[in-house]
């Protein structure tokens, strides 16, 4: 009993590690620059910058839909990571997201991505995750536009931005 104990913890830990940052005030922090990370606290989204530590692979515990879209698990996606204010924990995703990739559900009001709301749900995923339930927000659109969303770690939309942007 207590070597899966041992095991376990072992494995609780080394999931902190690759899936927290470091702060680039902490002292003693050293790493490599991150792109950017976001916090969310008391409803307000705020940015900054971050470390990567030493031989961390957020690849190795991150969610499939994290491979697919967080630019911590491999450069260029479009995911940037959101972090617990206090552990710096990975626990969702901030990003620009097109039109053809966010799929709404049939409680959503209207065909248009309600911006600058909580209270919605919707999904982030290249194919719909669930059809006859989710729709695109612009079906018939050429998917010229496209959304700062903040995701948990499966691709929930949990938050969109006041601002919608045509897409370059």
């Known amino acids: 009993m207590s070597e899966d104990w041992q095991n376990l913890e072992l ?12 702060h680039w005030s902490q002292p003693g922090a050293q790493g ?3 792109n950017a990370y976001w916090q969310a606290a008391d409803g307000v989204v705020r940015s900054g910058s971050a470390l990567k530590k030493k031989y961390q692979a957020f690849w190795k515990r991150a969610t499939a839909w994290e491979k697919a879209w967080s630019n911590l698990a491999f450069p260029n996606l479009p ?3 959101l972090v617990d204010s206090e552990s710096f924990m990975v ?9 053809n990739v966010i799929w709404l559900s049939p409680a959503t009001q ?6 600058g709301r909580w209270d919605f749900e919707a999904i982030v995923a290249s ?15 050429s998917y010229d536009l496209s959304y ?3 995701t948990d770690i499966a691709g929930r939309v949990t ?4 601002i919608a942007t045509p897409t370059l």
């Open 127 to 141: 194919n719909n995750p669930q059809p006859g339930y989710y729709h695109l927000a612009n079906p018939g659109s």
């Open 110 to 115: 209207g065909s248009v991505l309600p911006v």
């Open 79 to 81: 995911a940037d990571p």
């Open 91 to 99: 626990n969702g995703h901030v990003g620009w997201f097109r039109e």
């Open 159 to 162: 938050g969109a931005s006041l």
């Open 11 to 22: 494995e609780l830990k080394e999931t902190a590690y690759h899936r927290s940052l470091l």
């Open 32 to 34: 490599y620059p991150c």
């Open 148 to 150: 700062l969303l903040m």
